[in-house]
């Protein structure tokens, strides 16, 4: 099974609190010697804006991010959360991304932000995304705080916890489906 990590940060820092708990959950599931697992920190990425072109004609680092996720079979995508929504970065990778590139593939979402007053941007930014693309969602995704990090590093059992749930909730679920897409269908969108 291949598990593509996202981080939709486009931080400065190396260490951004979005890219240190994606590491973390996907940190989790790599110790399963049937997951290969890999990271796509979009700060490292010089990806294209979505120009509407069909998504395979583009090149560079944006066709290798593209290629990444279409060839994974399950995700576990963070971003920090601003204005009450996801990046534009990672926003930009989804509009990319050809239709039916998420269909029946697992994603577990992980959020983070400054205070609490943003989790639930998982449920009404993230998860809504998810469902266009027919994926499956893992319920409960993860939503970390600045009090949950301490000097960079992601401290809080409590979300260390969760986030080694999520991670092996994502491979749990994906496993069970055994690549069916079980899902509705979807309707033929042309892209011109």
């Given amino acids: 099974m291949k598990l593509v990590g996202i981080s939709g940060s486009l931080s400065l820092s190396k260490r951004s609190k979005t890219l240190t708990a ?8 790599r110790k399963d010697p049937a997951v290969d697992a890999e990271i796509i920190n979009l700060s490292d990425y010089d990806v294209q804006f979505c120009d509407g072109r069909d998504p395979f004609l583009y090149e560079g680092d944006t066709k290798t ?15 920090p959360i601003y204005r009450g929504s996801l990046t534009g970065a990672l926003k930009n990778v989804f509009d990319l991304i050809p239709n039916d590139s998420l269909r029946g593939k697992v994603i577990g979402f992980v959020a983070t932000g400054g205070t609490y007053h943003h989790y639930l941007a998982i449920e ?27 000097s960079g590093s992601l401290t809080d059992e409590a979300i260390l916890q969760r986030l080694k749930t999520l991670g092996e909730s994502v491979v749990s679920l994906q496993r069970r489906l055994s690549g069916e897409a079980i899902v509705t269908a979807f309707p033929e969108i042309p892209r011109t």
């Fill in 65 to 79: 991010v593209i290629d990444k996720i279409v060839s994974a079979d399950a995700f576990i995508i963070g971003t």
């Fill in 22 to 29: 994606v590491e973390k959950a996907v940190g989790f599931v």
């Fill in 124 to 150: 009404h930014q993230l998860n809504p995304i998810a469902s266009y693309f027919r994926a499956h969602v893992v319920p409960g995704g993860v939503y970390a705080h600045n009090d949950h990090y301490e």
